[in-house]
């Protein structure tokens, strides 16, 4: 997952699960918590997601793309103010 202290990584949410059963069966301890982590990587790689590498390298793509329809609408209005010759 990302680096962003404010996202949890698997470890952590792992962690979380094993903390909300009750105690008498926190006795597996580590196998606990390694079968939530392992279930979560499978249940996230099911899934069609894409890296915040991905996502953010899309977001960039996508300003790059509004600033310049922004700039050819505005071409596009000057041009049509415009008497015709």
Do not use: C, H, W, Y
């Amino acid at each position: 997952m990302s680096t962003d202290s404010s996202r949890p990584s698997l470890d952590e949410i792992a962690r979380e699960l094993v903390d909300a059963v009750p105690r008498n069966v926190r006795a597996l301890g580590d196998d606990l918590e390694r079968n939530f982590r392992s279930l979560l990587q499978a249940g996230l790689g099911k899934m069609d997601l894409v890296t915040r590498e991905e996502f953010d390298l899309q977001v960039a793509v996508l300003a790059r793309t509004r600033e310049k329809l922004e700039a050819l609408e505005a071409r596009l209005a000057e041009l049509e103010e415009r008497p015709p010759d």
